[in-house]
């Protein structure tokens, strides 16, 4: 989908799925993510093999949001415990389509865990730096819920889990309020979601408006947020700096 994409509400071309119909193994995320593309991995499952990273993920060990209607957060890449077991799928999956390279894939996992380990304690450590009254997250839609278990951060999306549908007025009111009365130093836009509703709460409530965060999208392929533990390292130094002040 590329950098700064929404896979919310991402139509496949005709090009994505010729690609897919051609290939042995088809991965995505799952959880309702990828909305606009159910059907297609639904329909290729018939014929070859669709996998979900999330498939092997214990149900008890997701999120559930309160506008979801039951429905599980898909942003499981800031768990860096869940997106673990998701990379450990994607080797499962490869290991045995490919079963000559199996050593290969297992060796080059062992190193990807290892660097998704080492960002998580990056982060934790960065964030200790941080006061707790401080650690207030509000961003353009729901999807920091696992970071902000996983870093000790509260919460709060001005859209939903998917950002179909927009935030309305009292959501946005509820949100300067909240900014007012937490005195929240900076609210954060996101690369892949609409700018406006979350400047209109900066502008209505006072607050900063932070750098864009990384949430459905990873930055270019060589920037630091190209990859899930430099997205995570870039996420939290950038909110980390806004919330204490340490940002010009």
Same mark, same amino acid.
């Given at each position: 989908?590329?950098?700064?994409?929404d896979p919310h509400l991402y139509q496949p071309t005709l090009?994505? *799925?010729?690609?897919?119909?051609?290939? +042995?193994?088809?991965?995505?995320?799952?959880?309702? &993510?990828?909305?606009?593309?159910?059907?297609?991995?639904?329909?290729?499952? *018939?014929?070859?093999?669709?996998?979900?990273?999330?498939?092997?993920?214990?149900?008890?060990?997701?999120? @559930?949001?309160?506008?979801?209607?039951? @429905?599980?957060?898909?942003?499981?890449?800031?768990?860096?415990? %869940?997106?673990?077991?998701?990379? *450990?799928?994607?080797?499962?999956? &490869?290991?045995?389509?490919? $079963?000559? #390279?199996?050593?290969?894939?297992?060796?080059?996992?062992?190193?990807?865990?290892? +660097?998704?380990?080492?960002?998580?304690?990056?982060?934790?450590?960065?964030?200790?730096?941080?006061?707790?009254?401080?650690?207030?997250?509000?961003?353009?839609?729901?999807?920091?819920?696992?970071?902000?278990?996983?870093? =000790?951060?509260?919460?709060?999306?001005?859209?939903?889990?998917?950002?179909?549908?927009?935030? =309305? &007025?009292?959501? &946005?009111?509820?949100?300067?309020? %909240?900014?007012?009365?937490? *005195?929240?130093?900076?609210?954060? $836009?996101?690369?892949?979601?609409?700018?406006?509703?979350?400047?209109?709460?900066?502008? +209505?409530?006072?607050?900063?408006?932070?750098?864009?965060?990384?949430?459905?999208? %990873?930055?270019?392929?060589?920037?630091?947020?190209?990859?899930?533990?430099?997205?995570?390292?870039? #996420?939290?130094?950038?909110?980390?700096?806004?919330?204490?002040?340490?940002?010009?």
């Amino acid at each position: 989908m590329g950098p700064g994409v929404d896979p919310h509400l991402y139509q496949p071309t005709l090009g994505d *799925q010729r690609r897919l119909r051609e290939a +042995d193994l088809v991965l995505y995320n799952g959880l309702h &993510l990828e909305g606009k593309m159910t059907e297609i991995f639904e329909s290729l499952a *018939q014929s070859k093999r669709v996998v979900a990273l999330s498939s092997e993920i214990p149900p008890e060990q997701l999120l @559930q949001s309160d506008d979801s209607a039951g @429905q599980p957060d898909p942003h499981i890449w800031f768990d860096i415990a %869940l997106w673990k077991l998701a990379a *450990q799928t994607v080797v499962a999956q &490869l290991c045995e389509l490919d $079963p000559a #390279n199996s050593p290969g894939y297992r060796e080059r996992s062992a190193t990807y865990l290892m +660097d998704l380990e080492r960002a998580h304690q990056e982060c934790l450590q960065r964030v200790e730096q941080l006061p707790p009254a401080r650690r207030v997250l509000l961003t353009s839609h729901d999807a920091f819920a696992y970071l902000g278990r996983a870093y =000790g951060f509260e919460v709060v999306g001005l859209q939903g889990l998917s950002t179909e549908s927009e935030a =309305g &007025l009292r959501r &946005l009111t509820e949100c300067v309020d %909240l900014v007012k009365s937490r *005195q929240v130093r900076a609210i954060f $836009p996101e690369t892949s979601v609409s700018r406006s509703a979350i400047e209109r709460v900066a502008t +209505d409530s006072g607050a900063r408006l932070g750098p864009e965060l990384f949430s459905d999208a %990873l930055g270019p392929a060589d920037g630091p947020a190209g990859t899930v533990a430099g997205m995570l390292r870039t #996420n939290i130094e950038l909110v980390v700096e806004a919330l204490s002040g340490e940002a010009k």
